[in-house]
């Protein structure tokens, strides 16, 4: 029974990153912290249970910074420039090989306390908490729910588990947990396979979408929580992890017309800023679909901000952990000076740094999860790599994303020798438009691409144990069905 107590309060707790190194460990929260069915009896304090959801998937931790940041530095575009294990060194140069290393426990327990959330709050609302606000209601906030959940365990399927291509989806996965954890029951439970999980998450999304209102009450709202196309978008990307392009195809054409100027045309009218760097400033715009907000009294945390990673003193006041690396997308022919997202990348002491986060400390930029550029290019590359062909709505999907920052450029069937050119077009856009945002990591592994070779660092095959990480010690210890990478 003790063993059992020690396993909810560690893999269940909250894991906060401090700004000292000597400090970075796990933090339990004991399980007195979780509400029990006391916090269903109004509709308000219903209303704030979800809200702690959202405001524990956007710790620094999760979609706060770090999970975009990780992703961002196993690509081929950033130089470590700090050698600072506490801010990522390992995970740079493709050597979080220990369970028991900062960036493997932390984003692990992070995600199974935010999982843990929306277990508790689910299980509430069907005991006590559905009664209470009724169904309409009830179906709302579950959806935000199961949405968050969703996108816990999709993070969790990028760093710690095979992609789906290897095995289509047989390969172990991670625990796949769906009932809330509050006291000292046993929790042991065996990794589901990656196509269990993924299965999961697709469910989530799909009551998500059915359950959540089609717009918000405001743009910050329509901007910071979930709404229908919220969940849609979600889907392509989560398709495009498993390579199932006509189901990305099926769920983008619901939110992209057919046609030049590409919006959606239902639900929160999402549509591409005519300047990308407004995205970056405003926040809140149209093609935000969600973005983790930050304020000057709820702001990420030291070591943690994606201005502080990003930014150099000379900028931001940043600690320049990583510049831009010369030979990465900054040295590609193709992007010409004059683009408009040229404009977010200074050179500061003779090296190159993005400058797309731009607040000074501390740092409250928000953190960028999802936004319209990212469906439309998911539909182009979708169409290409389903037809394999030189396909024209994608052509013309992939000059709306070059054409708003470079006018200049405008691509025609004839620039692309066959479909694996248009393909290649497509990615190579996606660093461009995403560089510092979150995607490469995924775009590689998910595509089956070795980890690129940077300076004193060798690729990593895909084959390759480094290509994942292990699963974190203390599941291994206290878990005693779940086996390691």
Sequence with gaps: ???????????????????????????????????????????????????????????????????????????????????????????????????????????????????????????????????????????????????????????????????????????PGVPLRLKGNTGSDNYAQARATVAEVYAQILADLNFAETNLPTSNSNAFNNTTRAHRNTAIALKTRVYMSMRRYADVITEANKIVSATAPFTATSGVAHALQSDVTNVFKTYTTTESILSMPFASNEAPGGQNQLGYYYGPAAFNGGNGEYSLLSTGIISDAGWKSTDRRRTMIGVFGGKSYLTKYSVPSIFTDYAPVIRYAEVLLNLAEARVRSTSTVDAQAIALLNAIRGR?????????????????????????????????????????????????????????????????????????????????
């Design 1 to 171: 029974m003790k063993k059992n107590l020690i396993y909810v309060l560690m893999a269940a707790g909250l894991v906060q990153l401090s700004s000292c190194a000597k400090e970075n460990f796990v933090n339990p929260v004991p399980t007195n912290v979780i509400s029990d069915l006391t916090a269903f009896d109004s509709k308000d304090r219903i209303e704030g249970q979800v809200r702690s959801i959202y405001a524990s998937i956007k710790n620094a931790g999760m979609y706060g910074g770090r999970y975009q940041i990780f992703n961002d530095i196993r690509g081929g575009d950033f130089m470590n420039d700090r050698t600072n294990v506490v801010t990522g060194f390992d995970v740079w140069n493709y050597t979080p090989s220990n369970s028991s290393t900062n960036s493997v426990q932390n984003h692990w327990s992070r995600a199974y306390y935010v999982i843990n959330l929306s277990n508790v709050f689910l299980d509430g609302m069907a005991a006590k908490g559905t009664a209470v606000v009724g169904a309409t209601v009830s179906n709302n906030y579950q959806a935000e729910a199961r949405l968050l959940r969703a996108m816990s365990y999709y993070s969790l399927l990028q760093l710690y588990a095979r992609p789906f291509w290897d095995g289509n989806g047989s390969k």
């Design 405 to 485: 920052s470079d006018a200049s450029t405008v691509f025609t069937a004839a620039d692309f020798a066959n479909s694996d050119a248009l393909a290649n077009a497509i990615l190579t856009e996606r660093r461009i438009e995403f560089l510092g945002e979150g995607l490469a990591g995924t775009d590689l592994t998910r595509l089956g691409l070795p980890l690129p070779a940077k300076p004193g660092v060798a690729a990593i095959a895909p084959t390759a144990q480094q290509y994942i990480w292990p699963i974190s010690s203390t599941e291994l210890l206290l878990n005693p069905l779940c086996t390691d990478n």
